[in-house]
C-alpha cells in the first residue's frame, strides 16, 4: 500500500483545514487507518484512527471536538477534518495504515507508531497566530 498525503497549508488560528490521504491498492477496505502528527522539536504523536469500515473512530484526547477522521472506501482516501485550528497544531502530519478489519483496539496499540505498516509522506500544516 503507498499513501500521499495532501491537504496542508498555511491557516490562521481559528480556520479549519482538512487533509486527504490517498491509497493504492485494491484492498484500501480491509485497512485500519491512522493520522500521526510531528511537531518541531517533538516525536510524533497519535492523532486519529479510524476502523476498515469506518464505523469506529478514536481520537487523541487534545484532538476530541476539533477533529474528524472519515474515510471513502470508494475512493481509497481518508480524511482529517480539522476545526478550530490552534498555533499549537502546526506539525507535519501524516496518514498511516495497517492491515486491521477489528473496530476495536488497544490504546497501546493504535496510539504507537510501530502499530502501523504503512506511512505516508507527510503534509505541512502551519497555523498562525
Known amino acids: 500500500v503507498q499513501l500521499q498525503a495532501s491537504g496542508g497549508g498555511l491557516v490562521q488560528a481559528g480556520d479549519s483545514l482538512r487533509l486527504s490521504c490517498a491509497a493504492s491498492?485494491?484492498?484500501?477496505?480491509?485497512?485500519?487507518m491512522g493520522w500521526f502528527r510531528r511537531a518541531p522539536g517533538k516525536e510524533r504523536e497519535f492523532v486519529a484512527i479510524?476502523?476498515?469500515?469506518?464505523?469506529?473512530?478514536k481520537y487523541a484526547d487534545s484532538m476530541k471536538g476539533r477533529f474528524t477522521i472519515s474515510r471513502d472506501n470508494a475512493k481509497n482516501t481518508v480524511y482529517l477534518q480539522m476545526d478550530s485550528l490552534k498555533p499549537e497544531d502546526t506539525a507535519v502530519y501524516y496518514c498511516?495504515?495497517?492491515?486491521?478489519?477489528?473496530?476495536?483496539?488497544?490504546?497501546?496499540?493504535?496510539?504507537?507508531?510501530?502499530?502501523?505498516?504503512?506511512w505516508g509522506q507527510g503534509t505541512q500544516v502551519t497555523v498562525s497566530s
Open positions: 498511516a495504515a495497517r492491515g486491521d478489519s477489528s473496530t476495536y483496539w488497544s490504546p497501546t496499540y493504535y496510539q504507537a507508531t510501530s502499530w502501523y505498516t504503512y
Open positions: 491498492g485494491r484492498t484500501f477496505s480491509s485497512y485500519a
Open positions: 479510524i476502523s476498515s469500515s469506518g464505523s469506529s473512530r
